[in-house]
């Protein structure tokens, strides 16, 4: 497929290098202006680099969205009404009311459809069988190093830097306020929550642990089917500690998928 890629962050150049070397071929790049201009300077080798969806050309298959919650709020919308399907993994946007109503028009004014990337967590198919059915209760447990939570709200719940030997609980809430309160965090509940009960009925609770070095998240589902429980350690990517590595191959694997003539 003929592809366009938002953003050029650590998550971006993975996925672009992934894709080109499955023989897929990055056409354009939607990137800020003064972006555009420094890779303009460098020798980029890709053939169109714009600041604007009207200037992104109209030959390709798929747009693929990789800076973050922002970029899916200034560009979505526009890439939609354009008609041209758009892969994303900032699904923690879609707490947002508005955003997510926003987003539903526009892909039906322009006969499109936002493809979301699973992210950094597994076991999403089985939680959407699960739903079919009377599904009871689904909660997300998401656990960090406790300097993986400098930046965030909890901060001004716990000390980070001499949190002590035990692990401490910073936010225990419904998945929509921690999608809102931790938007740099989101995304992982955010996708739990849209494959299960929905951002209100999904319960989330946030921990910071000295004990663990990587990025810990588990899914526990109860309801008719029986229950479950899901747990993945995560690295991040070689070239940038705060992205996740499987988040950045969940985006290749979905676009992957839209070229199989037999897929999941």
């Not at 996740?244 to 037999?262: F, K």
Request: hydrophobic letters at 45%; a negative charge; charged letters at 20%.
């Amino acid at each position: 497929m003929k592809l366009g890629l938002i953003g050029n962050g650590a998550i971006a150049r993975y996925v672009m290098g992934a894709l080109e070397d499955t023989g897929h071929e990055i056409g354009s790049l939607l990137l800020r202006p003064e972006r555009v201009a420094e890779l303009a300077a460098e020798g980029s080798s890709i053939p169109s680099m714009v600041s604007s969806v009207s200037a992104i050309p109209s030959d390709l298959d798929l747009i693929v969205e990789c800076a973050g919650h922002q970029a899916l709020r200034q560009y979505g919308a526009e890439i939609l009404r354009r008609g041209l399907n758009l892969v994303t993994v900032s699904i923690g946007a879609l707490a947002d009311r508005d955003l997510e109503d926003e987003l539903t028009r526009a892909a039906q004014d322009g006969g499109a459809r936002l493809l979301l990337a699973s992210g950094a967590i597994g076991a999403l198919d089985a939680l959407r069988s699960a739903k079919v059915g009377d599904l009871a209760r689904v909660r997300y447990v998401g656990r960090k190093p406790p300097h993986g939570w400098l930046g965030s709200p909890a901060e001004s719940h716990l000390d980070l830097n001499n949190i002590g030997p035990e692990a401490q609980t910073h936010y225990a809430g419904s998945a929509r306020r921690a999608a809102l309160e931790y938007p740099k965090n989101a995304n992982v509940s955010a996708a739990v929550a849209l494959a299960g009960l929905g951002f209100d009925q999904t319960e989330v609770e946030l921990i910071a642990d000295p004990s663990i070095s990587e990025n810990i998240h588990e899914i526990h589902a109860e309801g008719e089917f029986g229950a479950f429980s899901f747990r993945i350690s995560g690295r991040a990517l070689s070239d940038n500690p705060r992205s996740s590595a499987l988040a950045a191959m969940s985006v290749v694997s979905r676009v992957a998928q839209e070229a199989q003539p037999i897929r999941f």
